[in-house]
């Protein structure tokens, strides 16, 4: 069984939700990555999301921009991330690291030695946020190949037909993005949220994690009722840019158990 | 499989174009490609366009045999293809009134753009105004300060100029943002996409709108030189009016066609613009495509004296046609296109856009070594007023 599926079994049979916080590797500098992962995981990460800087993040809103612009400036790229990946692995053999990032770095790398390394170095998740399904085709089954679950979107805009053709691609878990717009955007409608969870379960054995405006305790609580994860990057992000550096991992890690407790109060 | 059956369902040419865009815009692009599909089997959408481009941009363009410049270059006959004089100055306005009919088809009210050097910008805020849409552009920050006159005449025909202050601050982050725009606001607004890239439909959209072009310039050339051109140059950014040239001359394979890149210091010198002369395949803004990029796969900077050429990527049909050898790709750097610049003002009573002049350096480099009976046509995509204060500027005088 894959660390990802073995996380959500573990949480379902303690009848618990995931909580799974982003940052971007990198960022603040090279150095804080490592840290931070542990921090994350202290603090009550079930999965840990780590972003892959990349010259045009395309989806992402500024928070995350920014952040990618200063792990860029720290001259971090795909092949450092797996190597902080392994490191990690040194010290943590259980918790699921999904990859997160756009197709370009992946695609230099070439998809099959790619996927190689990242099973070698421990990760267990990607999710290319610019290649859906249908451009996915034979990428998602390299990925499968080699142990790699493929982590693939679903948006407000995304019909009903189409749910189940992307989560056949799929693996680990799929990914609601609760909101139309970039990474980082406000009002969340959890109402709304339910209704297309709803309908994605129709279709989906797989997990369903969502992000997009989690910022609190009490969003964190909100959508942990509702789905099986919940992934918050941009308030963490806006944490890591906003701490000074001396504070940076102590910051993270006390907004990560706060989130925790929202996502905890939800099965309480 | 032949070219004219290309791209495929998927929007593919070969291993290049498809759509790599985040779940949220899937919906909003298979909407416009069954959108297109309908309006370009409609005779009224077809029409429509016909009388626009006839009534409005003015066209047929003509064509302009250059015959001093053809004797100062000693060699073969060059002829021009004047996108210059089309309404708004350059190629562009085909497009954007076709995708603009696209818009109001589909009942949109807002349309959005990104630009370089503004010349799509101000395109598409006139036809925003034309057809009584809002209109947003985004425009890299660094761009609003080198095109201040353009940026004047989007914000006259009523569109708001958005700078972006994100990564490089030029066109490729224009395109970054003019993609979140669309994301958060996929229900309302359509998005005017000015190149022949971007995820499917979108490159073969622009290349059927801009086809108009080569489609006039095989019949003028028929009644004005009684034959086709040896070989046909276009200036190669993005791709839209070498695309719009080449891809009506490729049922015309005797005429050899010539995609110019912007090399700006040189090839050599790594600081340019010229992707499928010197760059790899990859993928950003949506599609695979030759792209500037290094050993991580991140895009990197491009350096041009012409903001319309400097785009680190190109359209996928171009990428195609470079691998089958339909078509021949070459740089030319600054200074030879500002020579051609300065030679087609002097000699032809012309200034051209210093994208064009690419196109036109290159004409200059290969008219010497053909006969006196042959001809070269070369499409004059845009006029040269908007780079006035560039040349000045280089040419060390104060405006």
Known sequence: ?268 | MKINDLPDVRGHFGPYGGIFVAETLMAALEELREEYDKARKDPEFKAEFEYELKHYVGRPSPVYHAKRLSEQYGGAQIYLKREDLNHTGAHKINNTIGQALLARRMGKKRVIAETGAGQHGVASATVAARYGMECVVYMGEEDVQRQAPNVFRMKLLGATVVPVSSGSKTLKDALNEAMRDWVTNVESTFYILGTAAGPHPYPMLVRDFQCVIGNEAIKQMKELAGRQPDCVVACVGGGSNAIGIFHPYLKHPDVKLIGVEAGGSGVESGKHAAPLSAGTPGVLHGFRSYLMQDENGQIIETHSVSAGLDYPGVGPEHAWLKDAHKAEYVAINDEEALAAFHDLCRFEGIIPALESSHALAHAKKIAPTMKKDQIILVNLSGRGDKDINTVAKISGIQL
Request: net charge negative; hydrophobic share 45%; glycine share 8%.
């Open chain 1, 1 to 268: 069984m894959s660390r990802i599926a073995a996380t959500f079994e573990k949480l379902k049979s303690e009848g618990k939700k995931a909580l799974i916080p982003f940052i971007t590797a990198g960022d603040p500098g090279k150095g804080y990555t490592l840290p931070l992962m542990h921090a994350l995981v202290d603090a009550g990460a079930d999965i840990i999301e780590l972003g892959v800087p990349f010259s045009d993040p395309m989806a992402d809103g500024p928070v995350i921009q920014r952040a990618s612009e200063r792990a860029l400036a720290n001259k971090v790229g795909l092949k450092d991330v797996l190597v902080m990946v392994a490191e990690f692995r040194k010290a943590n053999s259980t918790t699921p690291v999904v990859l997160m990032g756009y197709a370009n770095p992946v695609e230099r790398m070439g998809y099959e030695a790619f996927s190689i390394a990242a099973k070698d170095a421990g990760v267990d998740g990607v999710l290319t946020v610019d290649i859906p399904p249908e451009e996915a085709g034979g990428v998602a089954d390299v990925f499968k190949a080699h142990g790699l679950d493929p982590i693939f979107l679903l948006s407000p805009t995304t019909p009903e037909s189409r749910v189940e053709e992307v989560v056949r691609a799929a693996g680990g878990f799929v990914y609601y993005v609760s909101l139309k717009g970039v990474t980082g955007a406000a009002n969340l409608d959890t109402e709304e949220v339910a209704r297309k969870i709803a309908m994605i379960r129709r279709h989906c054995a797989l997990p369903v994690g969502v992000g997009f405006g989690i910022r609190d305790a009490q969003t964190a609580e909100a959508i942990a009722r509702i789905a099986d994860a919940v992934v918050v990057g941009s308030r963490i992000v806006n944490e890591i840019e906003t701490a000074p550096e001396s504070e940076v991992v102590n910051r993270v890690k006390y907004l990560v158990e706060t989130l925790r407790r929202g996502v905890d109060a939800a099965t309480k």
